[in-house]
């Protein structure tokens, strides 16, 4: 059945490096989103695609790079430049035709941890 | 600034009372809202929408009202049940720009409401 996935569900990395979380959809979905939740705040926006091969930096995208080569992958890499990388990562997307169009639906996250 | 403000952290409501989360926005351009409700450690999910062309919109126990003058939806839940124990996400949408090639459909997020239903 159709859903998002994220890999891996918790990921530990050690401080200055890059690390890639991956989001895959088989929803058929043209629009995809990455958001960070910290302790007590709402989803924050990373960088969003409406299409392949094209994105867009949210508010919060210093440190973090994505691509979006395939319609049913967008992964998002966290840099050393990112400072506070420590996080629950989330990738959503969103059916661009009828119906509900505003409607994002998630995948179940990943938690990183950098020590 | 925060565009759409839930200023209530925590919500303790007993089993089968009703539950009210509320939810402020201050963009008066905002004209689709979304209700996602988020277990510890998984993503969220949708709840309920409704347009702002409408005040009310209902979907089994969950009813969704909206006060455009005052800038103001709630999400009611009745009756409440332990299995609602989650976090309750408000969102906003800019539908209305879209349809005009002015913006994309990006969601404004609240901090979020943590409900605990107690038996």
């Known amino acids: 059945d159709g859903g998002i996935t994220q890999s891996p569900k918790y990921l530990f990395r050690k401080e200055g490096q890059n690390v890639t979380l991956s989001c895959e959809q088989n929803?058929?979905?043209?629009?995809m989103y990455w958001y960070r939740q910290d302790p007590g705040q709402g989803l924050r926006l990373i960088y969003y695609?409406?299409?392949?091969?094209?994105?867009q930096k949210g508010d919060i995208a210093e440190g973090y790079s994505v691509s979006r080569e395939k319609k049913e992958s967008f992964p998002l890499t966290v840099t050393s430049a990112q400072k506070n990388p420590t996080a629950f990562y989330l990738c959503?997307?969103?059916?661009?035709?009828?119906?509900?169009?505003?409607?994002?639906?998630f995948g179940p996250g990943t938690r990183l941890t950098v020590l | 600034d925060q565009q759409v403000k839930q200023n209530s952290p925590s919500l303790s409501v007993q089993e089968g009372r009703i539950s009210i989360l509320n939810c402020d926005y201050t963009?008066?351009?905002?004209?689709?809202f979304l209700w996602y409700k988020k277990y510890p450690a998984e993503g969220p999910t949708f709840l309920i929408s409704?347009?702002?062309?409408?005040d009310k919109n209902e979907d089994g126990r969950f009813t969704v009202f909206l006060n455009k003058s005052a800038k103001h939806l709630s999400l009611h839940i009745v009756p409440s049940q332990p299995g609602d124990s989650a976090v309750y996400f408000c969102?906003?949408?800019?539908?209305?720009?879209?349809?005009?090639?002015?913006?994309?459909?990006?969601?404004?997020f609240g901090k979020g409401t943590k409900l605990s239903v107690i038996p």
């Open positions: 963009n008066s351009m905002f004209d689709y």
């Open positions: 959503a997307s969103r059916r661009t035709t009828s119906g509900k169009p505003d409607t994002q639906y």
């Open positions: 969102a906003a949408s800019l539908r209305g720009l879209v349809n005009s090639g002015a913006g994309s459909y990006q969601l404004t």
């Open positions: 409704i347009s702002s062309i409408k």
């Open positions: 929803l058929n979905h043209d629009a």
């Open positions: 695609s409406q299409i392949v091969n094209d994105f």
